[in-house]
């Protein structure tokens, strides 16, 4: 099996672009491998092939069209620098977008300084007041005003009803106690000395406001491969992944094929299977240094940490063995899956896989099988298990959870064939996803 | 840079609109001779041929000289191919399948000799034109470049605007990924 690095000296053999000492090397390399001659030979004849490729005829002459455009369109020699004429087409485009995805986000910038400098001001101004008047004293007219905690509904009532402080011209000159007690106190006058504000009401009506929603964090979660033999590691990355259902993990490494080795091992010692693209197979075999896609579903999160460790493990265990070997993997890069890569996997497996999945939940219908069959299963689960989980038959233990099944794809730049017959074999064999199991695209990138 | 073709770049700069009309003559052949293997398409390289020479046109005094003419052209062009080539992948895929221009090219004559052998050849032909049509336009410049121009690796890091490693790396790729397709094209036969 000939090493990638001698499969580039070969290239660039056929290229005649070696040094003496490259070419010396590749001299030794074809007097003693049979493979490295047949390769040289073949992309030889490659080369030659492309070189004989008929020229075409030039269908026109340019020159009347050239110089006809020029005299039409009124150019002059120089009249813009366009050193390189396709790169200014092609970025003309992004620039567009990116000048347009920067005016939104600065209106947006510009829109929420605006919003939170008027939303804030008022609450600090209240706060100042509460520090200046201390302690509230209990005046008649507080009492009339009854407990201080104003329920929510009646601040909603509230804020719905009044105009907002920012929108009353006088507010911003009135004291903000004076503000803060009349919305609780409809119908007193101006000369009435206003009673300090009641702490509780800012706050109910502040967290209304702002009541924060926590977003999708979506920035990438790096772990030390090797780290995951220690359990805090571990369970941090458990507890990552507990976070959602589906994640895009990557896996940097020097040459994709060999750390398919060690993810292959790592499978076979946890009984995970391994579905290989025919594309993939040939790569593989070929020890290309090539990235490869691996769709799992049904994993937990516990499974899938203890996949990656194993292949950490493979990994050491692979270099260990040899002279000058190098681990192949040493960092996992995880994120959660965006709304693009959930797209970039429907168009690699030619479906959406989530949207799939859950047509096979038991309330759906799955689009792959007659009605006739779910129903048969449905009568079938009802009587062995009263519409519940299977019961295992009298006489043999109790069933496995379903085995997680990987397929294992090319990836960026080359794409697997779609509908091919792992690919189908892979979907037509899908399971219900089970409760907090994942879907997860790990992608072995080669450096 | 050959004396003849810094004086009509001159005299183009200063309104002699003819004098562009030599370069289009002199190089147009070989311009068009390469970007029809970028695009593998006779239309296509038209449009992409008569672009480059516009562009060229307008931006000549951005040209300092330091290389050939034609080389300067030659990026404009292939770049402008490369460009075409991305925005019409899908069409240009489909028609390639569809239609058979491929068969279409006038067979090499010396290979008419023997009936048998001449259509081997077109066979032959075709699936190399096929493969390179299948590969990204980066990979097929690269190849086009170096065994169908004949470029040394300095020429062709100059005009695709990359480093000498990108191109050697881009060269190993596309050789072996054009060995797959034809291989692959071959079992189908």
Not at chain 1, 79 to 90: D, E, F, L, N, P
Not at chain 2, 115 to 141: G, K, M
Request: glycine share 4%.
């Amino acid at each position: 099996m000939l090493l990638d690095r001698e499969r580039r000296l070969l290239t660039a053999y056929v290229d005649g672009e070696l040094s003496s000492r490259q070419r010396r090397y590749v001299v030794r390399l074809l007097h003693r491998s049979a493979e490295a001659r047949q390769l040289l030979q073949q992309l030889k004849a490659d080369a030659r092939a492309l070189r004989q490729l008929p020229r075409p005829s030039l269908p026109i002459d340019f020159t009347e069209p050239v110089l006809r455009t020029i005299a039409e369109r009124n150019l002059s020699a120089g009249q813009c620098r366009i050193v390189k004429a396709a790169s200014v087409t092609v970025w003309i485009g992004p620039l567009v977008s990116w000048a347009a995805a920067a005016a939104v986000l600065l209106a947006l910038g510009v829109a929420s300084y605006f919003y939170f400098a008027a939303s804030l001001e008022q609450p600090a101004q209240t706060e100042i007041a509460q520090q200046q008047s201390g302690p509230p004293p209990l005046t008649p007219q507080s009492q009339e005003l009854g407990p201080p905690i104003i329920k929510e509904d009646e601040t909603q009532t509230a804020s719905r009803e009044r105009p907002a402080p920012k929108n009353d011209p006088s507010a911003p000159a009135e004291p903000p106690k004076v503000v803060q007690h009349r919305r609780n106190q409809p119908k007193s006058s101006p000369a009435e000395k206003p009673s300090p504000p009641k702490e509780e009401t800012v706050l109910a009506e502040r967290s209304e406001m702002f009541s924060l929603e926590r977003v999708p964090d979506l920035l990438p979660v790096v772990v030390k491969v090797s780290d995951l033999v220690h359990p805090p590691s571990r369970k941090k990355l458990i507890d990552e992944l507990r976070k959602d259902d589906a994640f895009h993990l990557e896996l940097p490494c020097l040459n994709g094929s060999k750390a398919f080795d060690r993810v292959q091992n790592a499978a076979r010692t946890l009984h995970i299977g391994l579905l290989i693209d025919k594309q993939a197979q040939e790569r593989i075999k070929l020890r290309w240094r090539a990235n490869y896609g691996l769709y799992i579903e049904n994993i937990t999160p516990e499974e899938l940490t203890q996949f990656v460790q194993q292949i950490g493990m493979e990994d050491r265990k692979s270099a260990a063995g040899k002279k000058n070997a190098e681990t192949q993997i040493d960092y996992l890069v995880l994120t959660r899956l965006t709304a693009g890569q959930r797209k970039e996997l429907a168009t690699l497996l030619g479906m959406d896989p989530p949207t799939a999945s859950k047509t096979t939940e038991p309330l759906g219908a799955d689009p792959h099988h007659p009605l006739s069959d779910t129903t048969a299963r449905q009568v079938g689960r009802a009587l062995a298990g009263q519409g519940g989980a299977l019961r295992p038959e009298s006489g043999k233990p109790e069933g496995q959870p379903p085995q997680p099944i990987a397929l294992v794809l090319t990836y960026n730049p080359i794409r697997p064939s779609p509908g091919s017959e792992e690919i189908k074999q892979f979907l037509e064999g899908r399971r219900p996803i089970r409760t907090g199991a994942l879907r997860v695209l790990l992608v072995l990138r080669s450096s | 840079m050959s004396a003849d073709d810094q004086r009509l770049i001159a005299e183009c700069l200063q309104g002699n609109t003819a004098a562009f009309g030599v370069l289009v003559r002199r190089y147009q052949e070989r311009l068009y001779h390469s970007v029809y293997r970028l695009v593998e398409n006779a239309e296509d390289a038209q449009d992409v041929v008569q672009e480059a020479f516009l562009n060229a046109y307008q931006s000549l005094d951005g040209f300092k000289g330091d290389s050939q003419f034609f080389t300067w052209l030659y990026r404009i062009a292939v770049n402008t191919a490369i460009s075409f080539k991305r925005k019409h992948r899908t069409l240009a895929r489909m028609e390639t399948q569809n239609n058979g221009e491929y068969i279409r090219e006038p067979l090499d004559s010396s290979a008419a000799s023997r009936p048998e052998y001449a259509l081997e050849q077109a066979e032959q032909q075709t699936r190399v034109r096929q493969a390179l049509a299948r590969l990204s336009p980066e990979h097929r410049a690269v190849l086009v470049l170096k065994d169908i121009e004949g470029q040394k690796y300095e020429t062709m890091a100059e005009i695709l605007q990359v480093p000498i490693g990108t191109i050697r790396s881009r060269l190993h790729r596309a050789r072996l990924e054009l060995r797959e397709l034809l291989e692959k094209s071959e079992q189908e036969k």
